[in-house]
T-cell receptor, first 113, second 116 residues
Framework: AQSVTQLGSHVSVSEGALVLLRCNYS??????LFWYVQYPNQGLQLLLK??????LVKGINGFEAEFKKSETSFHLTKPSAHMSDAAEYFC???????????FGSGTRLQVQP | GAVVSQHPSRVICKSGTSVKIECRSL??????MFWYRQFPKQSLMLMAT?????????EQGVEKDKFLINHASLTLSTLTVTSAHPEDSSFYIC????????????FGPGTRLTVL
């Protein structure tokens, strides 16, 4: 079975600072990895996904993530935080043959002015 | 991008009644739809996977007789919470996918269910 661990339930950064949200996965087969963002009382919006192509994946809103097999990680980064980035971020994994997503516990990002 | 809608966005009902939530893919055909449940300040937990024209596959611990899922067409899936109780109060989110595991799941905006 696959699983996802997000380190840090809350992350606070200053506006303009680097954003780093951590995600580690566990999977017995090559995984597909996703980052989603959720604003209050809304559904999830896909930021980016890794599906075994390039290990550095660029997404929307300036976010990117790098798949590191040796570290079983898929951390999300953004060079410069914006106030509008404040939201809940979920890392998720799926495997071939099982399209359902397994989500991490989420990380709430706060951006301080 | 692809759009998934849910209706209603918010529903309040009395204990013992049934509530139906609709999930629609507006601009693509969804061969598979997923239903998730999210408790406050928690992550999403998969409830069931439904493929068009076949019975839904429920996750362990999810009562299929309580959470009835119908996926009658490639653009519509419904979740009916039967005989709802206060502990069923939650945020229900559906997602839809048109293809395999590599294909993106597009999420609906969610339905907030409150059972009094």
């Amino acid at each position: 079975a696959q699983s996802v661990t997000q380190l840090g339930s809350h992350v606070s950064v200053s506006e303009g600072a680097l954003v780093l949200l951590r995600c580690n996965y566990s999977s017995s087969v090559p995984p597909y990895l996703f980052w989603y963002v959720q604003y209050p009382n809304q559904g999830l919006q896909l930021l980016l996904k890794y599906t075994s192509a390039a290990t550095l994946v660029k997404g929307i809103n300036g976010f990117e993530a790098e798949f590191k097999k040796s570290e079983t990680s898929f951390h999300l980064t953004k060079p410069s935080a914006h106030m509008s980035d404040a939201a809940e971020y979920f890392c998720a994994v799926s495997i071939a043959g099982r399209r359902a997503l397994t989500f991490g516990s989420g990380t709430r990002l706060q951006v301080q002015p | 991008g692809a759009v998934v809608s849910q209706h209603p966005s918010r529903v309040i009902c009395k204990s013992g009644t049934s509530v139906k939530i609709e999930c629609r893919s507006l601009d693509f055909q969804a061969t598979t739809m997923f239903w998730y449940r999210q408790f406050p300040k928690q992550s999403l937990m998969l409830m069931a996977t439904s493929n068009e024209g076949s019975k839904a596959t429920y996750e362990q611990g999810v009562e299929k007789d309580k959470f009835l899922i119908n996926h009658a067409s490639l653009t519509l899936s419904t979740l009916t919470v039967t005989s709802a109780h206060p502990e069923d109060s939650s945020f229900y989110i559906c997602s839809a996918s048109s293809g395999g595991a590599k294909d993106t799941q597009y999420f609906g905006p969610g339905t907030r269910l409150t059972v009094l």
